[in-house]
């Protein structure tokens, strides 16, 4: 008999049921707010049916024992491939088979139900987003914009892959005119991909007109860059929206993220971390734009700024969504998501608005109203915890199950022989 059959009770013996799956009595924190009472959650298909005060009745169900549901957690900003190990056309092959299901899987291992590549190769990872909705690749729901789009001799090029020519043709794509920028956003959306990510900086001229040296531990005399120009910079983000699609800039400096948002972007991808942000006038611009601020605390923490920036427009109602910056050769895919929603506690956050960020905020940021909220009609992508992650953030670590595209993909309640 499946495991799965073990870990739910199949209860047709007896009666009739109304739903394909129930949890029961549960807390639900709905990706905005905590519910009151007790609820039970309801599954058909891949879809909620019902949210429910009144006990409900289903072919499988699941006793919550008063624990917590809540939506399945979205990380906005991760770097899938291994970007030291893929060089060739062999190294990408035994990549793709002998790591990348892994690492799908611990994802789903750490509750994290949906991710979005900013980075990746754009042929190999939408033949992975292919896979995964086809079923013959076990893995979280997978949005990707295939390569980021930089300037020429821009970050990540010029930076991450300036000893790896191959990778560098694959995971960025450099531009040096406005009709490349506009040709390259284009053959993008041909492939049908889920968002545009431009590069501002990492390659930028400071405001008092000093070259900008990017530096990182594996850099340690750091890479002189150029800022993508302002007309490229443009042009890629209306020829993004031209195509129907959300385009987000990673930024650092104030004067970047000005000049995004500016521009038309909807989104920065670090925000401000390298200085403090000083400019309320900027805050005010966010709000304005409704523009969605993705920290990336898990790899920016180490700027002394980065936290109390996030703090700032966190607590005047900028949108915020959890985004880790995870990449290969640190830590651990999934649990970096986890640290990332800790630090975002540590800057000054509730547990409550973090928890909205990876949910409902980080939806939003996809433009997938489908996903983020325990709600009827919404993607059953859900959690059950065994304690209150509004009241300690770490309880996000205490998780009982995964449910993907409502059916059972993780099951931490019982020994496994």
């Not at 929206?241 to 400096?253: C, D, I, S």
Request: net charge negative; proline share 5%.
């Amino acid at each position: 008999m499946p495991q799965e059959s073990e870990a739910i009770a199949n209860t047709e013996a007896h009666g009739p049921a109304t739903y394909d799956l129930v949890i029961s009595r549960a807390h639900v924190f709905d990706g905005r707010r905590t519910l009151a009472g007790l609820y039970d959650v309801a599954i058909d298909g891949g879809e909620i049916a019902s949210v429910s005060a009144e006990p409900l009745r289903g072919r499988r169900e699941v006793d919550a024992a008063e624990g917590w549901v809540m939506p399945g957690l979205i990380d906005t900003h991760i770097h899938f491939y291994d970007v030291r190990a893929v060089s060739d056309p062999d190294s990408m092959r035994a990549f793709e088979e002998n790591e990348l299901p892994g690492r799908l899987g611990l994802f789903l291992d750490h509750g994290v139900t949906t991710i979005k590549s900013v980075g990746d190769p754009t042929g190999g990872i939408l033949e992975t987003r292919a896979k995964i909705a086809e079923g013959t690749l076990r893995g979280p729901r997978l949005l990707a914009t295939g390569c980021g789009i930089t300037g020429r001799d821009g970050h990540p090029a010029a930076t991450v892959f300036s000893d790896n020519p191959w990778a560098r043709e694959r995971f960025t794509g450099e531009v040096d005119s406005v009709q490349q920028i506009r040709d390259l956003v284009h053959h993008l959306a041909d492939r049908k991909v889920d968002a545009i990510k431009l590069l501002s900086e990492g390659a930028c001229a400071h405001s008092d007109g000093s070259k900008y040296l990017w530096q990182n531990p594996a850099f340690p005399d750091g890479v002189e860059l150029e800022r993508l120009p302002l007309d490229l910079l443009r042009a890629g983000i209306e020829t993004g929206h031209e195509r129907g699609l959300r385009v987000t800039v990673h930024t650092t400096q104030q004067a970047a993220a000005r000049e995004a948002i500016e521009a038309g972007a909807d989104g920065l991808e670090h925000g401000v971390t390298v200085e403090p942000l000083t400019d309320h006038s900027l805050i005010d611009l966010m709000l304005e734009r409704g523009i969605t601020y993705t920290p990336t605390l898990w790899i920016d923490d180490a700027h002394p700024d980065a936290r109390g920036n996030l703090q700032k427009v966190a607590e005047v109602g900028v949108h915020i969504a959890l985004g880790s910056d995870t990449f290969s050769g640190r830590g651990l895919f999934g649990a970096n998501t986890l640290e990332e929603a800790e630090l975002m506690v540590a800057a000054g956050m509730t547990p409550t608005q973090v928890l909205a960020a990876g949910t409902s905020g980080a939806a939003r940021q996809c433009v997938r109203s489908d996903l983020g909220t325990v709600a009827l009609g919404r993607r059953a992508d859900l959690l059950v915890l065994n304690a209150d992650p509004t009241a300690d953030i770490g309880s996000l670590r205490d998780l009982s199950m995964v449910i993907l595209n409502g059916e059972l993909a993780v099951d931490k309640r019982w020994p496994r022989g």
